[in-house]
């Protein structure tokens, strides 16, 4: 004998199968926002942190920067007081200079024949006046000042005689051109 089964079971497996598939879709849906929840509250800890390493990071970046601007302040400071030192010490080399060129230049000057009246000094010129016996004597003296270290030229301005005492001189004026550094 035959039996027949007149119960749908195909239909209601299916409908089952098709519930658990509902289930299955359900929970990956929940665990797939789960997991979006998670990725969303980690990302936003992460920029939660590096947003505060930032403001200690900019923190730090501006005491630095107010140190850096004191450093630099202090390497002007050091420069100018070095540039002041380099004066100072250039003062001190070159103090004693005119005083040795006047001495040198009086050792130039012969004594019985030339009396020197007076010398300026103005930046890189020198004025000498003065009374010699003769233009002989004024011409010699004016090429042995060329000859002198620290003059570069010397010109002659003006002679003339001079009578003192019933004795006639002779009376001149030379420009003189320094070197650089004396």
Same mark, same amino acid.
Request: glycine content about 4%.
């Given at each position: 004998?035959?039996?027949?089964?007149?119960?749908?079971?195909?239909?209601k497996?299916?409908? #089952?199968?098709?519930?658990?598939?509902?289930?299955?879709?359900?929970?990956?849906?929940?665990?797939?926002?789960l997991?979006?929840?998670?990725?969303?509250?980690?990302?936003?800890s992460?920029?939660?942190?590096l947003? @505060?390493?930032?403001?200690?990071?900019?923190?730090t970046?501006?005491?630095?920067?107010?140190?850096?601007?004191?450093?630099?302040?202090?390497?002007?400071?050091? @420069?100018?007081?070095?540039?002041?030192?380099?004066?100072?010490?250039?003062?001190?080399e070159?103090?004693?200079?005119?005083?040795?060129?006047?001495?040198?230049?009086?050792?130039?000057?012969p004594?019985?024949?030339?009396?020197?009246?007076?010398?300026?000094?103005?930046n890189?010129?020198?004025?000498? #006046?003065?009374?010699?016996r003769?233009?002989?004597? @004024? @011409?010699?003296?004016?090429?042995?000042?060329?000859?002198?270290?620290?003059?570069?030229?010397?010109?002659?301005?003006?002679?003339?005689?001079?009578?003192?005492?019933?004795?006639?001189?002779q009376?001149?004026?030379?420009?003189?051109?320094?070197?650089?550094?004396f």
């Amino acid at each position: 004998m035959i039996k027949i089964n007149l119960l749908p079971y195909r239909e209601k497996e299916k409908k #089952e199968n098709f519930a658990r598939q509902i289930t299955i879709i359900g929970g990956l849906f929940i665990l797939f926002l789960l997991c979006l929840a998670w990725g969303y509250f980690y990302m936003s800890s992460q920029v939660k942190d590096l947003e @505060a390493k930032l403001a200690d990071s900019q923190k730090t970046l501006k005491a630095l920067e107010v140190k850096v601007g004191d450093l630099e302040k202090f390497k002007q400071e050091k @420069a100018e007081l070095q540039l002041k030192l380099g004066v100072i010490g250039t003062l001190e080399e070159n103090r004693l200079l005119p005083v040795k060129t006047l001495d040198d230049l009086s050792l130039l000057v012969p004594q019985q024949n030339i009396w020197l009246t007076k010398i300026t000094q103005q930046n890189d010129s020198l004025r000498i #006046e003065g009374v010699g016996r003769d233009n002989i004597v @004024a @011409a010699d003296f004016m090429k042995t000042i060329e000859k002198f270290e620290p003059i570069q030229s010397v010109d002659l301005v003006s002679s003339k005689k001079l009578v003192i005492a019933d004795m006639t001189f002779q009376q001149f004026i030379f420009s003189c051109k320094m070197k650089k550094g004396f």
